[in-house]
Nanobody, 126 residues
Framework: QVELVESGGGLVQAGGSLRLSCAAS????????MGWFRQAPGKEREFVAA????????FYSDSVKGRFTISRDNAKNTVFLQMNSLKPEDTAVYYC???????????????????WGQGTQVTASS
């Protein structure tokens, strides 16, 4: 069993920054692929970024590439999403997710992930 606890959401003006955190407990961190997804009202959940421990590969959606950065602190079993240059269209509930095996999981597909956090609201106002 894995528990994911997110924090760091909030309200910022467009152009501002936020850092989301996702603390994981349970299964050894190194076995996971970790992903961030978001869901805006009336829209489907969409992929934002992911980290695959095996090979330490990172993945980003085209809409956030160059603005968002996913990173981790192994000692704290925590993954972060640094969000810069936020736009109103980034407004959504952001979810952290974990899935395994890290080496073969399709990181952009929500159904591949087994564990999900409760979500944290991010609002970028224009």
């Amino acid at each position: 069993q894995v528990e994911l606890v997110e924090s760091g959401g909030g309200l910022v003006q467009a152009g501002g920054s936020l850092r989301l955190s996702c603390a994981a407990s349970g299964r050894p961190f190194g076995e996971y692929a970790m992903g961030w997804f978001r869901q805006a009202p009336g829209k489907e959940r969409e992929f934002v970024a992911a980290w695959r421990w095996r090979g330490e590969m990172t993945f980003y959606s085209d809409s956030v590439k160059g603005r968002f950065t996913i990173s981790r602190d192994n000692a704290k079993n925590t993954v972060f999403l640094q969000m810069n240059s936020l736009k109103p269209e980034d407004t959504a509930v952001y979810y952290c997710a974990a899935g395994y095996p890290a080496g073969t999981l399709r990181v952009t597909t929500p159904s591949e992930y087994i564990y999900w956090g409760q979500g944290t609201q991010v609002t970028a106002s224009s």
